[in-house]
């Protein structure tokens, strides 16, 4: 048998449906939300794993420039190329590139 439901039934049916579907509404937003900033933080990670290792590869350079020009010799032939400094008795050679 069917019965009827009363209009105070159907009200409390209907807003109890309304209350859901908001409440379903706001977990779907909140987890796209989270969902979207999950997604941001990997890409920085990945661009700033790319950067470290760029700053390591540049570290290691410059550690290896700083031991070389520890040595007198190399620090001595690096001041003549690049500042163009002489000894006593050297001839200086100009390339035109």
């Known amino acids: 048998m069917h019965t009827k439901k009363s209009k105070k039934e159907k009200k409390r049916l209907f807003l109890i449906t309304i209350t859901i579907i908001g409440l379903l509404s706001l977990l779907v937003a909140s987890v796209y939300s989270d969902w979207h900033q999950i997604l941001k933080n990997r890409q920085l990670e990945r661009e700033l794993n790319s950067e470290y290792t760029e700053l390591l590869s540049e570290e290691e350079k410059l550690s290896a420039e700083i031991t070389k020009l ?5 620090l ?12 006593e008795g050297d001839t200086i050679i100009k390339w035109n590139k």
């Open 70 to 74: 520890q040595d007198d010799e190399y």
């Open 76 to 87: 001595a032939r690096y001041a003549k190329e690049k500042y163009m400094l002489s000894s």
